[in-house]
């Protein structure tokens, strides 16, 4: 799958401007960054005025999974203080999403979002939502999205966050959502999913706090904990949260903990069968 993430607009822009900065390198200061949460990725979703309900919906879904969701159209016309939020967030996006719903080329503002995240070399999703993405975004395939109305937010949310992760645009940027996503797993299918995941992490994007976020989950979230690994190969069966443990001992260079001695598994706790009296 491939997403429209703008190359041959920055390439042209680079021609044409040859002495400009590189729009896909571009660093904002962070007190001019607006509202985003710290610390999450940041995706534009834009959308038209009728779908604010579904946009709403996505937005609260992708929180989860550490992304922050600006939606840019609460209201039909903008105020002017509305418009400068709109343009501070599209400056300092990530990703833009859109729903192409069949009004989307009617509206005044949605394409022109389109084409300043395309102009920033930003990656673009287009979520098909009943009509074909058009212009330049035309030639790239879109997103499928969910036009049953039941759940379609969680659906489409899910499948924005499996495009971030499948483009190298985004790939380095959502290694927070990915250990959010496989901590919160609430299916052991889900557990096996997310699992997979993370398991492709580079050291370099294993924090500190990503990893003890990752163990701490492998206690206390039963479809990690009791989760097993059904992939052919040596883990075949293995309980997940041992599998992940094992993984990051290698990659970080960690030494994994001694295995208990006999004596020491002989003398530590007491079960029905031992209790000495």
Known sequence: MVQAGGPILVELHAHLYPDAPDPSKER??????????????RLFLSHTHPHKILAAAIKE??????IDVFVAHDMIEPTREWQDEIETALG????????????FIESRWCDQEVGIAMGR?????????????????????AVTGDTSGIGSGRTIARRIL???????????????PAVVAYAKSISFEEARIHCKRVLQ?????????????????????????EGLW?????DYNKP???????????????????????????????TEDNIPF
């Open 28 to 41: 904002f200061d962070p007190e001019a960054a607006g509202a985003w949460r710290e610390g999450y990725f």
């Open 61 to 66: 879904v992708l929180a989860d999974y550490g």
């Open 92 to 103: 300092t996006c990530d990703a833009l999403a859109a729903l192409w719903t069949p009004d």
């Open 121 to 141: 070399g930003r990656l673009i999703v287009a979520i098909r939502q009943g009509a074909d993405p058009h212009g330049f975004i035309g030639k790239y395939q």
């Open 162 to 176: 499996d495009a971030l992760w499948a483009s190298d645009m985004t790939r380095g940027l959502v290694a927070r």
């Open 201 to 225: 992490l580079g050291a370099d994007e294993w924090s500190e706090d990503l990893v003890e976020m990752a163990e701490e989950a492998g206690k206390e979230n039963r479809q990690l904990e």
């Open 230 to 234: 059904l992939e052919r190969g040596a």
């Open 240 to 270: 997940i949260p041992q599998l992940l443990s094992a993984h990051l001992d290698s990659l970080l260079k960690r030494s994994p903990p001694p295995e208990p001695s006999d004596f020491q598994s002989a003398s530590t706790g007491a």
